[in-house]
T-cell receptor, first 112, second 111 residues
Framework: EAGVTQSPTHLIKTRGQQATLRCSPI?????VYWYQQALGLGLQFLLW?????ERNRGNFPPRFSGRQFPNYSSELNVNALELEDSALYLC???WGQGRGYTFGSGTRLTVV | QKEVEQNSGPLSVPEGAIASLNCTYS??????FFWYRQYSGKSPELIMS????GDKEDGRFTAQLNKASQYVSLLIRDSQPSDSATYLC???????????FGAGTTVTVRA
């Protein structure tokens, strides 16, 4: 069974540009979660999508947005990139509320 | 008060010893608790889940849950150098099912 897949692995952008990160959940999982992990910091919850709808978002500005497609894959968009957006962005999926999440390998975003 | 708090560490133990990791949480209604292991530069890996009070054992790992005290712990027996990693405690909030993580405890197993 394929795990959670994320692309690209690494992404380098210039301040002010937009970044798009992609995630495919484990087959059968309908929920997709996005987390940010800045260097030396903990995992910060960004967004939760389930059945194509945004269910919850963390304390991040509106320039962080995303969507979930009918096949349950998801993309995270970060507009007007700032230097402090440099971090590891992790996508996770689960098969039900209250169950553990399985994480992908992440996308390392570097803003220069 | 933070949603999930872990003993700050870092924790250094000799090979073969027991590593003990502690975690407290603030949401009394939480029902689902997890321990993740994260190697440097890698993504978190789920190693234990626990949903009811008491102990749950899986190989060299034992998770303990006490909902009355809002306390979760992880014991690593016969610690190996490959156990050297950051261990993250995670709790699902009862009001919105969001998985909240502690800051993590870094464990180093000395050969």
């Amino acid at each position: 069974e394929a795990g959670v897949t994320q692309s690209p692995t690494h992404l380098i952008k210039t301040r002010g540009q937009q970044a798009t990160l992609r995630c495919s959940p484990i087959s059968g999982h309908t929920s997709v979660y996005w987390y940010q992990q800045a260097l030396g910091l903990g995992l910060q919850f960004l967004l939760w999508y389930d059945e194509g709808e945004e269910r919850n978002r963390g304390n991040f500005p509106p320039r962080f947005s995303g969507r979930q497609f009918p096949n349950y894959s998801s993309e995270l968009n970060v507009n007007a990139l700032e230097l402090e957006d440099s971090a590891l962005y992790l996508c996770a999926s689960s098969w039900g509320q209250g169950r553990g999440y399985t994480f992908g390998s992440g996308t390392r975003l570097t803003v220069v | 008060q933070k949603e999930v708090e872990q003993n700050s560490g870092p924790l250094s133990v000799p090979e073969g010893a027991i590593a003990s990791l502690n975690c407290t949480y603030s949401d009394r209604g939480s029902q689902s608790f997890f321990w993740y292991r994260q190697y440097s530069g890698k993504s978190p890996e789920l190693i234990m889940s626990i949903y009811s009070n008491g102990d749950k054992e899986d190989g060299r790992f034992t998770a303990q849950l006490n909902k009355a005290s809002q306390y979760v712990s992880l014991l690593i027996r016969d610690s190996q150098p490959s156990d050297s990693a950051t261990y993250l405690c995670a709790v699902i909030r009862s009001n919105d099912y969001k998985l909240s993580f502690g800051a993590g405890t870094t464990v180093t197993v000395r050969a």
